[in-house]
């Protein structure tokens, strides 16, 4: 690639994904579009008469589902046209109006779901006994009956229907504050030119390898905040007062209960992570006096953390060589798994190179019929290889689900999602490590893997904790001042990072500018899902073979059952705290390799 951006027309058709397997021509598209429109509104016909019989409940559930596959279909096309070339207008009607059909559709099919619950328990079972054909829904029918104590009545529903929008409110009010309203003013950056710090470019400033860029944008961007802290606090306070009193409304034991309810996760799953990270922040206050020593300095402050202890390799990386590493890398995962991903390199699966236009990023999508396509923007890098890595996990899981599991079952629920792609982040890592012969390499991939804990093991584990106890405390009567929560934070701040680090007085308020804030007890299962990635990578490299297939069994199984239980099918029990620990067991081996190196 060349120092100029191509056009899409430009890219080599061989680096671009086979969209087209999906529709050969747009006349389908809109045939399938025009199909689920009449569908759904057909659907309106059941309404009234899901208790009906056997027969009808179950000819509705299959509708339903041949709506929302096709449907499904429809909106995946639309939308990934739209990234090839977002300044494609063709395309961005085409994505609203598949948007516009999704929001159409959801409010034809709103009635079935209620008058489903409204069908007597020990008739509902006469029904799903009585008729073979509703063995594939009976875990779908299950936890719809298991969460129907928490369901109102029809009346109440509607008015917190209503209320919904209201109640989102705290939100958007963060978001436009935090997207639209604040500024952080400008600092000299390392070539001596005034630039303004926002969002998009703190991070670039954190890494930045001089400190009085680090340290000026750290104080700038929390001096922002700082200015408005007790608005924040308040609108804060009622985003958790709505967790907490909506959770009451809905018969739940507290917001936490409510939280985790949707994937049926026992709040003990939430309190191991917590607990068995506690147990081991010793090993994190360890890997900070590593880094105060390799950054040469006397102090370690907070605007520390994100500077790159080793700089990246300069290596070029072509795409094809980064697909062999990624054979190597994943070749513990066995035959059967390497043959189907080159298989889907070869089909099409992959859209490789950055083109004028097309969406940033990297992402692995697809419907339940098509391929499971991944989107990158490769650029010859270690780290892009590693996105190849990451993305590649997301589309095998996919394509083992869809081969063995009916449309109702063909997705997947965050909580296990994260984990094939992280298992295949954690084999390529081990592999570059077992491999690497460049001491500085090797520092640098430590030190790399070590920062991956860091900031998802350890950080958003500081902030699942500090969402536990805002919302007891607002369920015990407090009110979120400024001054509580900014002292909560700095004690739960100097917990996890130790007193080898100085705790600048700013830091109390990064509760401020955390987004995830506002959608509770969710940031806890990209620490779950590290864990039980790294337990698994583990086995599958120590135990081989039946840790391998056990591994596979577990990628088929979609959402088929709930994350805790499918977990188990690889060998990972996230009830206990086992899987917690050998992830902090890894990570004590690579603090110790990294201590062996400087």
Not at 180 to 204: L, N, P, Q
Not at 537 to 566: N, Q, V
Request: net charge negative; proline share 3%; with cysteine.
């Amino acid at each position: 690639m060349g120092k100029e951006t191509k056009t899409r027309s430009q890219i080599d058709p061989k680096y671009k994904w086979k969209i087209n397997d999906m529709y050969s021509e747009e006349e389908q598209w809109k045939s399938d579009y025009q199909k689920v429109e009449n569908k759904a509104k057909d659907f309106v016909e059941f309404s009234g008469r899901l208790g009906e019989s056997p027969q009808v409940l179950l000819e509705a559930l299959q509708k339903k589902d041949n709506i929302w596959l096709l449907l499904e279909k429809v909106y995946v096309y639309a939308r990934m046209k739209k990234d090839e070339d977002n300044r494609e207008t063709k395309y961005q009607a085409m994505s609203d109006k598949a948007s516009s059909l999704i929001a159409k559709t959801s409010s034809y099919l709103s009635f079935f779901i209620p008058e489903l619950l409204e069908i007597p328990g020990e008739k509902l079972r006469s029904f799903i006994d009585s008729e073979k054909g509703f063995k594939q829904y009976e875990h779908v029918i299950d936890d719809l009956m298991r969460q129907k104590a928490h369901v109102l009545s029809k009346a109440e529903e509607s008015v917190m229907a209503q209320i919904g929008e209201v109640t989102g409110a705290t939100n958007v009010v963060f978001t436009m504050f935090n997207n639209a309203d604040i500024k952080f003013g400008s600092i000299i950056d390392e070539d001596g030119d005034d630039v303004e710090v926002t969002h998009g470019r703190y991070s670039g400033f954190m890494e930045s390898y001089n400190r009085r860029v680090r340290r000026e944008a750290f104080e700038h961007m929390y001096e922002a905040y700082i200015n408005f802290k007790n608005t924040l606090a308040a609108n804060y306070n009622y985003n958790t007062k709505t967790d907490v009193v909506t959770a009451r409304i809905r018969k739940y034991s507290s917001a936490r209960d409510a939280a985790l309810s949707g994937d049926n996760i026992p709040l003990k799953v939430y309190d191991n992570l917590i607990d068995t990270v506690n147990g081991k922040l010793g090993l994190m206050h360890r890997y900070m006096e590593i880094r105060r020593k390799m950054l040469q300095v006397d102090e370690l402050h907070m605007y520390d953390m994100y500077v790159p202890l080793v700089e990246m390799p300069k290596k070029d990386i072509p795409y094809e060589k980064a697909l062999d590493i990624m054979r190597e890398g994943l070749s513990p995962l066995g035959k059967d798994y390497i043959s189907k991903m080159n298989h889907g390199i070869e089909a099409g699966w992959i859209d490789v190179f950055e083109n004028e236009g097309k969406t940033s990023g990297a992402y692995s999508f697809g419907s339940y019929d098509s391929m499971p396509y991944i989107l990158l923007n490769y650029n010859n890098k270690l780290k892009d290889v590693f996105t190849v890595v990451h993305e590649m996990g997301h589309s095998m899981h996919s394509y083992y689900t869809r081969h063995n599991q009916p449309y109702v079952y063909g997705g997947h629920s965050i909580f296990t999602a994260e984990v094939a792609s992280t298992v295949n982040e954690s084999l390529l890592m081990q592999h570059l490590l077992t491999v690497c012969n460049d001491a500085e390499e090797k520092k640098y991939l430590l030190n790399m893997h070590i920062e991956e804990f860091r900031t998802t093991l350890f950080r958003q584990t500081m902030f699942a904790e500090f969402e536990k106890l805002t919302h007891e405390a607002v369920e015990n009567g407090e009110v979120l001042t400024a001054e509580w929560l900014c002292e909560e934070y700095r004690k739960l701040n100097r917990k996890y990072y130790g007193e080898q680090v100085i705790h600048d007085s700013q830091i109390e308020m990064e509760w401020a500018r955390i987004p995830h804030f506002y959608r509770a007890f969710y940031v806890y299962k990209y620490a779950t899902g590290f864990s039980a990635a790294a337990s698994i990578s583990s086995k599958i490299l120590h135990e081989g073979k039946t840790a391998r297939d056990a591994y596979i069994e577990f990628l088929k199984t979609g959402d088929s059952d709930y994350p805790i239980e499918l977990l188990k099918i690889a060998g990972v029990d996230m009830s206990r705290p086992e899987p917690i620990a050998q992830a902090m067991d890894a990570f004590e081996k690579n603090v110790v390799s990294l201590e062996e190196l400087v």
